[in-house]
């Protein structure tokens, strides 16, 4: 095969899921005026631009075809805060953008970069940041990578805008669950790990992630808020 041809099949696709993506995006945008319209189609363009030019997306699967639509239309929100994720990343010191995690796996992951919390990863949209998964990570980081942000991406995909609504709404509705139990309890615990573990690991969809990944019950979620199962799902069965 000629070498000129793998980077003309680049740019041809390129092209099309920058036309594809800008077309569905405008679409979506339209019933809210033709501003709104320009605006999400520019958004599903860049992703267009990103996800072709990286060629992430798994066009031989019905999965692939359906990320590309989601993150187009449904998913627009999250996607744009990906895009916006990527790019602060392109101009982190020590970019480390994975392609064998991220061609044709229908998301982008990068091994360093923008995080919100040292040592955490960070999923916005369908771009998972600072996912050390590199050589000498803990042979977990690779689980973590593709059951717990993998969820992530798809849950931003399903859920669309409502997505990041429950998530800010949760944060917001945890740190004055974590705030008023500190209060109760006489300033124990710490305040930081009350309010962490409600706005944070109690949120629904981080609790479903750490349970896909088996590391719900060795997270560091304090006890006094942490989800429980119900004593009765506890009890064994009578012999």
Avoid: C
């Amino acid at each position: 095969m000629s070498p000129r041809w793998p980077a003309a099949a680049r740019v041809f696709e390129t092209i099309l899921t920058i036309a594809g993506g800008t077309a569905l995006g405008g679409a979506v945008g339209l019933p809210g005026g033709v501003p709104l319209s320009i605006a999400t189609g520019v958004s599903a363009g860049i992703n267009g631009a990103l996800g072709g030019g990286r060629q992430v997306y798994d066009w031989r699967s019905a999965t692939g075809w359906l990320a590309f639509v989601a993150d187009s239309t449904w998913g627009l929100l999250g996607t744009t805060l990906g895009s916006a994720l990527h790019l602060v990343n392109l101009a982190h010191p020590r970019p480390v953008y994975r392609v064998d995690r991220s061609r044709r796996r229908n998301r982008h992951v990068f091994d360093r970069g923008a995080t919100l919390r040292r040592g955490f990863t960070f999923t916005l949209g369908n771009v998972v940041s600072n996912a050390s998964t590199g050589e000498g990570a803990p042979p977990d980081r690779q689980r973590l990578l593709d059951r717990h942000e993998g969820l992530h991406i798809w849950q931003s995909r399903a859920f669309g805008p409502l997505y990041q609504v429950v998530y800010l709404g949760w944060f917001v509705l945890g740190l004055a669950a974590g705030l008023s139990t500190w209060v109760v309890r006489g300033g124990k615990p710490s305040l930081f790990r009350l309010v962490e573990t409600a706005a944070y690991y109690d949120n629904p969809f981080e609790f479903w992630a750490y349970k896909r990944d088996d590391h719900w019950e060795d997270n560091r979620a304090d006890p006094v808020l942490k989800w429980r199962r119900p004593r009765w799902l506890k009890r064994k069965p009578a012999a």
